[in-house]
């Protein structure tokens, strides 16, 4: 199970006296992350595999429409604004719509085919290669993109106070391998195998390629880039230990680590007052002592065996014991009478 951050943020704050931290929330959100990785247990990030595709897959945004009250609400898409206007209001001056403006009309299957009208009129279609489309009776706009590379990612945004919602975003190229690359995903902790259809290829010591690493299946890590050494037709799928955060992009922290953690940044935070000569370094010692302790017993609860493993534990190390005679000349401790 996992917690927010900002639940060990709040203890932090209470333990330094502070009533407004949010000034510190970044450099906070850092140190979680970087107590997770000292802690480094069994389990302290979550498994996740990522499927790279070889075949030029459509890509996909969702927008879904609540109601119809769209008057000067606005979709924007990387920074060119569609905004809806109703014509009808008496408070809109002229009788035309003006450059990337969607009519709202009578219901809201009027007004989403009017916004595919617009958005599809745009450079967006023949620039990028953007197309909307809307399945009456749905309520939601769909726009989709079929150039399997884009040289920058696709960005949607809505008005915070828009009766819109993105269902889906534009995942961008990083599903696709493009010239025997593919990129690694931001949340990546560490990589733990990568797999070219049902086989688990190595890395390779070298960082080149030659006539003779083309004939192999090996790779290696550059940056947020793997390199291949020659190029796939099957799929390949990666797994890796990755940084769970949550819907506004924080870190979590596993449950049970809050106090740890909290002691980190504590430590880490003080560490600016001793810097600049306003706190006594026997209180960064005590911090700091109070982190690696804390720090060594939840790495040891994390892996601590459960009753279950230590049964098979038990089961393996008794299966290793040599069989002796059925009634040996004394009870050893091994055999019952």
């Known amino acids: 199970m996992r917690v927010s951050a900002f639940r060990v943020f709040n203890n932090v704050s209470r333990n330094l006296g502070l009533r407004e931290y949010n000034k510190h929330v970044d450099s906070w959100a850092e140190w979680v992350f970087e107590a997770e990785q000292y802690i480094g247990s069994r389990d302290t990030f979550e498994r996740a595999e990522i499927t790279y595709s070889t075949a030029s897959a459509v890509q996909v945004a969702k927008i879904k429409f609540t109601d119809n009250s769209l008057d000067k609400v606005l979709i924007s898409i990387n920074g060119t604004n569609f905004r809806f206007r109703d014509l009808s209001n008496s408070a809109y001056v002229g009788t035309a719509t003006a450059v990337n403006e969607i009519s709202i009309g009578a219901d809201l299957d009027t007004t989403i085919a009017n916004a595919v009208t617009v958005i599809d009129g745009s450079y967006l279609k023949n620039s990028i290669g953007i197309n909307a489309s809307y399945t009456a009776g749905t309520n939601i706009l769909k726009l989709s ?113 809050e106090e740890a953690v909290a002691f980190y940044i504590m430590w880490k935070h003080k560490s600016i007052d001793y810097y600049s000569g306003n706190a006594p370094q026997y209180i960064i010692k005590d911090l700091e002592r109070r982190w690696y302790h804390l720090c060594a017993k939840v790495r040891g609860d994390d892996n601590m065996p459960s009753s279950v493993e230590l049964l098979k534990i038990g089961k393996l190390w008794n299966a290793k014991i040599p069989i002796t005679s059925y009634n040996p000349p004394r009870y050893d401790g091994l055999n019952t009478y």
């Open 145 to 257: 993109l079929s150039q399997g590379h884009l040289a920058k990612p696709i960005f949607v945004e809505l008005d915070v106070s828009s009766p819109l919602e993105i269902t889906q975003r534009f995942t961008g190229a990083k599903h696709r391998i493009q010239n025997k690359q593919i990129t690694l995903p931001n949340d990546l902790v560490k990589l733990l195998n990568v797999r070219v259809g049902d086989d688990i290829i190595e890395p390779s010591s070298s960082q080149f390629r030659s006539k003779i690493s083309d004939q192999q299946d090996r790779y290696y890590v550059e940056g947020n880039r793997i390199n291949f050494s020659r190029k796939y037709t099957d799929d390949v799928v990666i797994s890796y230990l990755r940084a769970h955060t949550d819907e506004n992009g924080y870190p979590t922290v596993r449950q049970g680590h």
